[in-house]
C-alpha cells in the first residue's frame, strides 16, 4: 500500500531568525518498508555558491528515536539544499541518509532555513510511505542499522617507520552531501596525487564513514569526518564515527559540540574563517585546538585567515593551523573549481605507523606544515633549545631559554629557489631572506626574552606579478618561553 502524506507551509525572515530549523512531524505505520520524501520551495537561491536573491531550504530527518540536541539517536540524514528527494529503505538509502529499520511512529523532518527572502518562501513537501501488507515472513533481521564504530579504520597502514612527515588533504566531500564524487573515486585520486591520507569530511552526515571502513585495504588512509555545517559557519570534525550535531545558532551551543568531539577523542578545527566561503560568526566560541588557516588555493582569500590566525598566536592562543582543499568534484566529474585535492596539503610529523591516532596526535601537538600542493615546497622549522647541536623542536613545540640567552633555529626549505623565506614572530616579519637554491637551511638566533612565538613562510610571485605573491609554503609556530 502506498501512502503519501502532504506537509506545506510559509515561512517568513522574522521565524527563520528566530529559529532556522523547523520540524515537521508525520506518522510511520508499523511495516513500513520505504520512506521517500521530496520537496520544493518559491524562488531558489540560483546564483553560483548560493549567492544574489533567492530563498535556500536544507532538509534532513529523524526517526521516532528521538531529534534532541547534541546525541539526537533518530538522526537519520541530512542532505542540505543539495538534493530535491531521497529515500529510506531497511537495506539502501539515498547517500547522505542511514538506511536501517523504518520504526513505526512519529518521524520528523527538518527544514533549515538558511536563507529567506523578505516576502517569506512557501514549501512544500511530499513524503511517500509503502507499507506491506503483511510482516515480511523473515521480519527482515538484516534491517539493521549501519555499525558507527568499526576499528577497521584503526588499524596501521603501514607498519613500523621512523619519524616523519606524512601529507594529506583534512577537507573534501562526496555523494553524501553536495561533492559529485564517491568516497572511492576520491580516495584512488589522492593516491595517485601521492597523499597519505585524506579526510572525508562530508557536511552533517555520517553516511561516508561505512565507506571508510569498506575502502580500509587501499593504499592510503582515510580518516572519518564531518563538516559540521551551520549558519554561522563551519567546523570540522576528524577521528569520529559518530554523527556531530550542527543545529548551533549560538557559541554556547558550538563549545558544546566542541566538548563532545573532545572527550570523544576527535578534533575539531574552524573552517575557512574569512568573509567569502562562508564566514566563521561564532566570535565567542573558544578553546578551539585548530584553524583551516588556508583553504582551496592561496588568493582564494586566506590572507584573511592568516590575519585571524595570527592575532591568536599573539595572543598565546596555541590553535594549530590545518589546510584543506575543500574539493567538491574531481574529474570526470564537472568541474566545480579549479583546483585539486592537495591544494593546499597538510604535512603531520608521525612516529611509527601511519594510524588515524598518529596523525591526528601529530595534528594536536602542532607538528604541521602546510604547502601548496602534495609535491611540495616543503618548510620545516626546528630549534636547538640546549645548545648540543642537535635540532630536537620542531614547530608545536616550546623552547625555553633563560634570560639573555639565544637559542638556535634552523629552517630548511626544499623547493623554494627564486622565493622568499619570511621569518615571523608575534605577527611581524623578523627577516626576509631570498632562496637561491632548491634545497636551502637557514640557520639564526634569537633571543626569546619579551617573544611569544616563531613561524615560517614561503613566499613568492604566481603568475603576473602585478598580482603580487602568495604563499606557497607555511610552518606552524615554535612557542618561545624565557623565564624572568
Ligand atoms: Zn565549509
Ligand atoms: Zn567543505
Redesign the pocket.
Known amino acids: 500500500m502506498e501512502q503519501e502524506i502532504r506537509l506545506e507551509g510559509v515561512v517568513r525572515p522574522d521565524d527563520a531568525l528566530r529559529d532556522p530549523y523547523m520540524y515537521l512531524p508525520f506518522s510511520v505505520p508499523a511495516r513500513t518498508t520505504r520512506l521517500h520524501v521530496s520537496y520544493d520551495y518559491t524562488e531558489p537561491v540560483t546564483a553560483p555558491f548560493g549567492l544574489g536573491p533567492g530563498n535556500r531550504i536544507d532538509i534532513g530527518i529523524f526517526d521516532p528515536r528521538g531529534a534532541h540536541f547534541l546525541e539526537a539517536p533518530g538522526f537519520r540524514g541530512w542532505s542540505g539544499s543539495s538534493k530535491k528527494q531521497f529515500f529510506i529503505a531497511p537495506h539502501e538509502a539515498t547517500p547522505g541518509y542511514i538506511r536501517g529499520p523504518l520504526f513505526p511512529g512519529e518521524w520528523n523532518l527538518m527544514l533549515g532555513f538558511e536563507r529567506v527572502q523578505e516576502d517569506g518562501v512557501r514549501y512544500d513537501v511530499r513524503v511517500g510511505l509503502t507499507v506491506a501488507d503483511r510482516e515480511a515472513p523473515d521480519a527482515d533481521p538484516a534491517a539493521t542499522l549501519p555499525d558507527a564504530v568499526s576499528p577497521a579504520g584503526r588499524k596501521p597502514r603501514q607498519s613500523g617507520g621512523k619519524g616523519r612527515f606524512v601529507k594529506g588533504d583534512l577537507?573534501?566531500?562526496t555523494v553524501h552531501s553536495d561533492g559529485l564524487n564517491t568516497v572511492e573515486d576520491l580516495a584512488r585520486n589522492a593516491i595517485e596525487r601521492g597523499l597519505d591520507f585524506l579526510a572525508v569530511?562530508d557536511?552533517n552526515t555520517n553516511t561516508h564513514h561505512e565507506d571508510i571502513t569498506r575502502l580500509s585495504r587501499l593504499p592510503i588512509l582515510l580518516i572519518p569526518g564531518e563538516?559540521v555545517?551551520t549558519y554561522w559557519g563551519?567546523a570540522?570534525m576528524w577521528g569520529l564515527r559518530d554523527w556531530v550535531e550542527f543545529r548551533c545558532p549560538d557559541a554556547e551551543s558550538m563549545q558544546k559540540v566542541q566538548r563532545f568531539v573532545l572527550q570523544k577523542g576527535g578534533l575539531i578545527s574552524v573552517?575557512?574563517p574569512k568573509s567569502v566561503g562562508p564566514p566563521w560568526l561564532f566570535e565567542q566560541w573558544s578553546g578551539y585546538p585548530c584553524m583551516e588557516v588556508w583553504q582551496a588555493p592561496w588568493r582564494f582569500y586566506n590572507w584573511e585567515s592568516l590575519e585571524r590566525w595570527d592575532l591568536l598566536l599573539r595572543r598565546g592562543e596555541r590553535v594549530v593551523a590545518v589546510g584543506?582543499s575543500?574539493v567538491?568534484s574531481i574529474p570526470p566529474a564537472p568541474p566545480m573549481h579549479p583546483h585539486g585535492l592537495g591544494n593546499p596539503t597538510t604535512w603531520v610529523y608521525v612516529e611509527g605507523p601511519l594510524t588515524e591516532d598518529a596523525v591526528l596526535d601529530g595534528i594536536r601537538q602542532g607538528h604541521v606544515f602546510l604547502s601548496d600542493d602534495p609535491p611540495g615546497p616543503q618548510l620545516i622549522l626546528t630549534a636547538d633549545a640546549d645548545g648540543d647541536g642537535r635540532f630536537e623542536k620542531m614547530m608545536g613545540d616550546t623552547v625555553e631559554a633563560g634570560e639573555g640567552q639565544r637559542v638556535s633555529f634552523r629552517v630548511r626549505a626544499i623547493g623554494g629557489a627564486g622565493r622568499k623565506l619570511w621569518l615571523v614572530c608575534d605577527g611581524f616579519p623578523l627577516d626576509i631572506i631570498p632562496l637561491n637554491d632548491v634545497d636551502s637551511v637557514y640557520n639564526f638566533s634569537l633571543e626569546l626574552s619579551g617573544r611569544t612565538y616563531i613561524r615560517a613562510e614561503l613566499r613568492g610571485l604566481r603568475g603576473r606579478p602585478e598580482r603580487g605573491e602568495v604563499i606557497w609554503a607555511m610552518t606552524n609556530p615554535i612557542w618561545l618561553n624565557s623565564d624572568g
Open positions: 577537507h573534501c566531500h569530511t557536511h563538516e555545517t563551519h570540522n573552517n575557512h584543506g575543500d567538491h
